[in-house]
């Protein structure tokens, strides 16, 4: 094409993308972390300019938006989800008209942007709190922000026993003796969102965004934000046997809902509206209320990351999902890895929890905690069985109604990387343990491109987390050449995905095994998954064409056209597309 009828396209492709108001229900969101994505100018930080030049990497992977997670000015206390200016881009990632300039291509290439924004806590650096240090107690700028007295017979001990989710305090001390409140970081004062000025100046920052084109907001811990922080506060043990129910002093209030109210306002202010997806940590079924039409319209779904490969647990945790999305009006987005949890190509070679989310045992540990908190040990994972469940999990993901969010690199099949030096450790939650949580630099280190060179192709110079000689064997060119990569499953399985994608409906096949799960989309399309370790007959019911398969070989042999059923490996998936 020549440049004129590149932009020529690039503006229809534009054009299409303004007019779908439902492109996210099951829309394909790439999580980019923009420090370690592609790094153009060789300080070992990534920056837009670098993902500027991925975007073809982008469109050919297939994938409907880009969700970058937050590329503002900030000191790094917390990976950039501690913001020290919400309408501006960090000068290490790059400039404002740099970001124009990304969203034109991406929205050229038919991708759509959703930013991060993080709203229960700026960075310390924020202009705001830097004039709250400079103000007295009791002042203007200090009631933007939690500070309180503290206890004690010269106020010495922090007003309460709470503790922060990186560890340690949540309260922290300014040199005239009154303390602020972090949920995280120290570096991360929260808001006092009962303060107009902070609502009035986040729905100034959606507007901000909106109006530079961004489609839609990624909402950092969205059920936080309000509290109830009357004297006397509750103790740390009293918090914890607070019902969950709305009321709770700190977390998923009720009345959080009212902020979320007026952003949809804003969101509807545009067309097509702005998107939101909330982050919350909430019971499922009260994830319903985030994800309303009123409220955020989506909420991520995080119970498929934390369940075993495990046929009971998968599917318990689709159906109950289901439902609860129904009563919302929304879709569901599923995700297994981000930039908070274990990669689950690692995840998936570790030994399944005893008590898994689905509720099986009515548990809810983590998975991968328990590896991270034990130093994260090379002899304690099977690398391959995870990689082998992992291809399995994403074909049997990428299948379900709904939207699905995929994490930079997990493309490539890559693995957490363990054993990183703790001199490089970036992660506060390393530093707040202190060095007993392994914490989430491991998901965090840059992308191999290339087999060769500085930093596997991630920039002309180095890497700000340093990367393993094994990240040679999973850069984008090596698996390139190879019909059998990573790489080439997920491009195969989102071009099959947008072929296919019907209604948001599903239905359970009945297959003979309980380790084995398939299910039916509208138009014929199937999805089976062989959780254990027995190959599985295809048996005639499902007669059809396999489309794609996650174990090497299967879609050769189904090609075959042999009399024999097609047999899928265990620990395997496949497509078929009847008829
Ligand atoms: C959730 C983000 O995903 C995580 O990376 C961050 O540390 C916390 N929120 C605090 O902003």
């Given at each position: 094409m020549t440049p004129t009828e590149t932009t020529a396209a690039a503006e229809t492709a534009a054009v299409l993308l303004s007019k779908d108001e439902n492109w996210w229900r099951q829309a394909v969101v790439y999580q980019i972390y923009p420090r370690s994505f592609a790094d153009a100018n060789g300080d070992g930080i990534g920056d837009l300019r670098g993902i500027l030049s991925r975007v073809g990497h982008l469109r050919e992977l297939g994938v409907d938006a880009v969700w970058l997670s937050p590329f503002y000015p900030s000191e790094l206390a917390d990976g950039g989800y501690d913001v020290a200016d919400y309408r501006n881009v960090d000068p290490r990632i790059g400039t404002l008209e740099e970001f124009d300039e990304l969203v034109a291509a991406l929205h050229g290439a038919g991708i759509r942007v959703v930013v991060d924004i993080v709203p229960n806590h700026s960075s310390d650096r924020h202009e705001w709190f830097q004039a709250a240090l400079a103000a007295a107690p009791g002042s203007p700028e200090r009631a933007r922000y939690v500070f309180r007295a503290g206890r004690g017979e010269h106020g010495e001990l922090p007003p309460s026993d709470w503790r922060s989710i990186f560890g340690g305090s949540a309260w922290e001390r300014v040199p005239d003796g009154q303390w602020y409140l972090h949920l995280f970081a120290p570096e991360q004062p929260d808001f006092d969102w009962s303060n107009r000025e902070v609502r009035?100046?986040?729905?100034?920052?959606?507007?901000?965004?909106?109006?530079?084109?961004?489609?839609?907001?990624?909402?950092?811990?969205?059920?936080?934000?309000?509290?109830?922080?009357?004297e006397p506060l509750p103790s740390a043990a009293e918090l914890a046997a607070r019902p969950k129910d709305g009321s709770h002093p700190l977390w998923d209030r009720d009345d959080v809902h009212e902020i979320y109210a007026e952003w949809r306002r804003v969101f509807?202010?545009?067309?097509?509206?702005?998107?939101?997806?909330?982050?919350?940590?909430?019971?499922?079924?009260?994830?319903?209320?985030y994800a309303s039409r009123e409220g955020l319209g989506q909420a991520f779904e995080f119970d498929l990351l934390m369940a075993n490969f495990s046929a009971a647990s998968f599917r318990r945790v689709v159906t109950d999902t289901l439902a609860l999305v129904r009563r919302s009006g929304s879709s569901s987005t599923w995700v297994l890895s981000n930039h908070d949890e274990v990669r689950h190509a690692t995840r998936y070679g570790l030994p399944p929890l005893k008590n898994d989310v689905a509720g099986l045992n009515g548990g809810d540990e983590k998975q991968g905690r328990a590896w991270i908190l034990a130093g994260a040990p090379a002899d304690g994972v099977d690398l391959a069985a995870g990689s082998r469940r992992a291809r399995a999990a994403t074909l049997f993901m990428l299948a379900l109604p709904g939207a699905a969010y995929l994490y930079q690199g997990e493309e490539l099949g890559l693995h957490e990387v363990g054993d990183l030096p703790d001199e490089a450790r970036q992660d506060p939650t390393f530093f707040r343990s202190p060095g007993v949580d392994k914490g989430r630099d491991g998901c965090r280190v840059p992308l191999p491109w290339s087999a060769e060179g500085p930093s596997f192709g991630f920039g002309p110079g180095g890497a700000h987390l340093p990367q393993p000689a094994w990240f040679a064997e999973y850069a984008v060119d090596a698996e390139e050449g190879e019909a059998d990569s990573s790489l080439h499953l997920y491009r195969r399985a989102l071009r099959l995905r947008r072929e296919l994608q019907g209604a948001e409906e599903l239905s359970w096949l009945e297959t003979g095994r309980d380790d084995v799960l398939a299910f039916e989309r509208p138009?014929?399309?199937?999805?089976?998954?062989?959780?254990?370790?027995?190959?599985?007959?295809?048996?005639?019911?499902?007669?059809?064409r396999v489309v794609v398969a996650s174990a090497p070989g299967v879609e050769a042999d189904a090609a075959g056209g042999g009399a024999a059923p097609v047999v899928l490996p265990g620990e395997s998936s496949a497509w078929i597309v009847r008829g």
């Open positions: 009035d100046d986040f729905l100034k920052t959606l507007r901000f965004w909106s109006d530079r084109g961004v489609d839609g907001f990624r909402v950092d811990v969205a059920h936080s934000l309000t509290k109830d922080l009357a509807d202010e545009y067309d097509p509206p702005r998107t939101g997806v909330a982050e919350a940590w909430v019971a499922p079924e009260r994830r319903p209320r138009g014929g399309w199937i999805a089976v998954t062989v959780f254990g370790t027995e190959p599985y007959a295809l048996p005639a019911s499902f007669a059809g």
